[in-house]
């Protein structure tokens, strides 16, 4: 099975959906629910409260129609056709502010360049799925950024730095070996030493570290 990491997309089969529906609901979540179903759209991997190596949390972020409800959904994982990605920084371009697009797709050429693909996650990557109201005035831009070391971290949080757009504010993760990953804006501040910890995430949990030693392959210190 594909290595699973938060902000994940998974695409559930028919069966998945019907098992899900079958469960109890207000109108509201099954309305949700059976449009999600209906439409085959995906759901995406969140923080796995145990491996058990036979379920998955999940997650689904509905948009303005349904009140912005989130939902927590434990799944079979013989119910998840296969795991994706949201869409990179290029494809969702035509959705950002038109006064942040030029922008946008420098930001996109700039990364690709050091060898790292923006993906999109949050709001903009719901949109992108779905075609629902997800976004709204102001809504963040939020990247997934997958990056070798701290020299490669560094390179990225100064580029995301860089990025001026004054309609659309940057938010997102650096991702270190598919799993350990940080706030960009948090991850400067710490190597800047303006903060003398910082929080890292992983598939089953949080801690705060101090040192660059979790980001070399050692455990996270809690």
């Not at 079979?76 to 969702?92: A, G, H």
């Amino acid at each position: 099975m594909t290595p699973l990491h938060r902000h994940q997309i998974a695409w559930l089969s028919r069966a998945g959906w019907q098992r899900l529906l079958a469960g109890t609901w207000d109108s509201e979540a099954r309305d949700c629910l059976q449009h999600w179903a209906g439409h085959s759209l995906p759901v995406v991997v969140t923080r796995q409260p145990g491996d058990d190596g036979e379920t998955v949390a999940l997650g689904l972020c509905a948009p303005h129609r349904w009140q912005r409800r989130r939902f927590a959904l434990r799944v079979p994982l013989v119910d998840v056709l296969y795991f994706d990605e949201f869409p990179r920084l290029d494809q969702v371009l035509g959705q950002l502010p038109a006064s942040a697009r030029i922008a946008a797709r420098q930001l996109a050429a700039r990364l690709q360049a050091g060898g790292v693909t923006a993906r999109v996650y949050g709001s903009h990557g719901w949109q992108h799925f779905t075609a629902l109201d997800h976004l709204r005035d102001g809504s963040d831009l939020d990247l997934w950024l997958a990056v070798d070391d701290a020299a490669q971290a560094d390179a990225v949080a100064a580029v995301l730095g860089d990025f001026a757009a004054p309609t659309l504010r940057l938010d997102g993760e650096l991702v270190f070996d598919g799993d350990a990953a940080v706030a960009w804006r948090e991850w400067q501040a710490w190597r800047e030493g303006r903060a003398r910890t910082l929080l890292v995430k992983r598939l089953h949990g949080a801690a705060m570290v101090d040192s660059l030693r979790v980001f070399e392959g050692a455990e996270v210190m809690a």
